[in-house]
């Protein structure tokens, strides 16, 4: 959905915020229902991950291309995002955690 939502950002806004915005919900969703049925896993925990940073890659492509003058913060944004959701899951992997 987070990608689907990407090709109305420009020419539709709203249906872009609609449907991104369902797509962070269902994320939420998603994590809580594993959760509660017991069905989580390393994989999971690591899909999750790299689905959530890909969202936020989106979300934050989306906004450079509207603000242009602001594209090197944006661009670090992503960097920072990454780089540090990557550490902190790769440090919690090591330790032996089935989750971030």
Same mark, same amino acid.
């Given at each position: 959905?987070?990608?689907?939502?990407?090709?109305?950002?420009?020419?539709?806004?709203?249906?872009?915020?609609?449907?991104?915005?369902?797509?962070?919900? &269902?994320? !939420? $969703?998603?994590?809580?229902?594993?959760? %509660?049925?017991?069905?989580?896993?390393?994989?999971?925990? #690591? /899909? *999750?991950?790299?689905?959530?940073?890909?969202?936020?890659?989106? &979300?934050? !492509? $989306?906004?450079?291309?509207?603000?242009? %003058?602001?594209?090197?913060?944006?661009?670090?944004?992503? #960097? /920072? *995002?990454?780089?540090?959701?990557?550490?902190?899951?790769?440090?919690?992997?090591?330790?032996?955690?089935?989750?971030?």
């Amino acid at each position: 959905l987070a990608l689907a939502s990407m090709f109305f950002a420009l020419a539709e806004p709203w249906k872009f915020v609609a449907i991104y915005s369902f797509s962070m919900w &269902l994320d !939420a $969703v998603d994590g809580v229902a594993a959760r %509660a049925l017991k069905q989580t896993s390393r994989f999971g925990a #690591v /899909l *999750d991950m790299v689905t959530d940073r890909f969202t936020s890659a989106i &979300l934050l !492509a $989306v906004l450079s291309h509207v603000y242009v %003058a602001q594209l090197p913060l944006f661009l670090g944004l992503m #960097v /920072l *995002d990454i780089g540090s959701h990557w550490c902190q899951m790769y440090s919690s992997l090591v330790e032996g955690g089935d989750s971030h």
